[in-house]
T-cell receptor, first 115, second 113 residues
Framework: DQQVKQNSPSLSVQEGRISILNCDYT??????FLWYKKYPAEGPTFLIS?????DKNEDGRFTVFLNKSAKHLSLHIVPSQPGDSAVYFC??????????????FGTGTRLKVLA | SAVISQKPSRDICQRGTSLTIQCQVD?????MFWYRQQPGQSLTLIAT?????????ESGFVIDKFPISRPNLTFSTLTVSNMSPEDSSIYLC??????????FGPGTRLTVL
């Protein structure tokens, strides 16, 4: 059961334009949603997160939107730069019955920004 | 954020052997996680390692195959035991104190022949 889904395995965008990466989830109990960027041979890098009680969070060129009714979140990158080319993972975190929490990751979207 | 290092960064191992991966954090953290990323796939949580308690394993992962130690709040190890080619993967440790953000180490790329 894939609780966090990224249905687009890849995306190509021209430099300077907007990149929109999408993510869907099934569990309404998630507390936080996060986006990570991953370059080859490196660990994922945290980009931006949003609490389940908000619908938008912005940090520089990155904005995350959350639509709880649709169980959908998106990451907007404006303007896109060639250095943004990487694999982007969305993740959701929530509590467990043991009182801890854990993260569920999507399958990733490979973004390519064309110069 | 936290600075996380992993050793080794990569290794090539023979079938049937074991490899222990170390994860060191520059600050004390409550929760440490171990993930696996197989080629072309997402990050799959292996287990959650809290200091002072047994690691909590996800479905499909067992302690005999992936024993974990967490001797203090800045260090953890993951052992991949009795390896087979199917264990070839990138193994990542991560840390989190709040449930709102998680920081990853650079990963260990394991190839099993």
């Amino acid at each position: 059961d894939q609780q966090v889904k990224q249905n687009s395995p890849s995306l190509s965008v021209q430099e300077g334009r907007i990149s929109i990466l999408n993510c869907d989830y099934t569990n309404s109990m998630f507390d936080y949603f996060l986006w990570y960027k991953k370059y080859p041979a490196e660990g994922p890098t945290f980009l931006i997160s949003i609490s389940s009680i908000k619908d938008k969070n912005e940090d520089g060129r990155f904005t995350v939107f959350l639509n709880k009714s649709a169980k959908h979140l998106s990451l907007h990158i404006v303007p896109s730069q060639p250095g943004d080319s990487a694999v982007y993972f969305c993740a959701a975190s929530g509590g467990t019955t043991s009182g801890t929490y854990k993260y569920i990751f999507g399958t990733g979207t490979r973004l390519k920004v064309l110069a | 954020s936290a600075v996380i290092s992993q050793k080794p960064s990569r290794d090539i191992c023979q079938r049937g052997t074991s490899l222990t991966i170390q994860c060191q954090v520059d600050s004390q953290v409550t929760m440490m996680f171990w993930y696996r990323q197989q080629p072309g796939q997402s990050l799959t949580l292996i287990a959650t390692a809290n200091q002072g308690s047994e690691a909590t394993y996800e479905s499909g992962f067992v302690i005999d195959k992936f024993p974990i130690s967490r001797p203090n709040l800045t260090f953890s190890t993951l052992t991949v035991s009795n390896m087979s080619p199917e264990d070839s993967s990138i193994y990542l440790c991560s840390v989190d104190n709040t449930g709102t953000s998680q920081y990853f180490g650079p990963g260990t790329r394991l190839t099993v022949l």
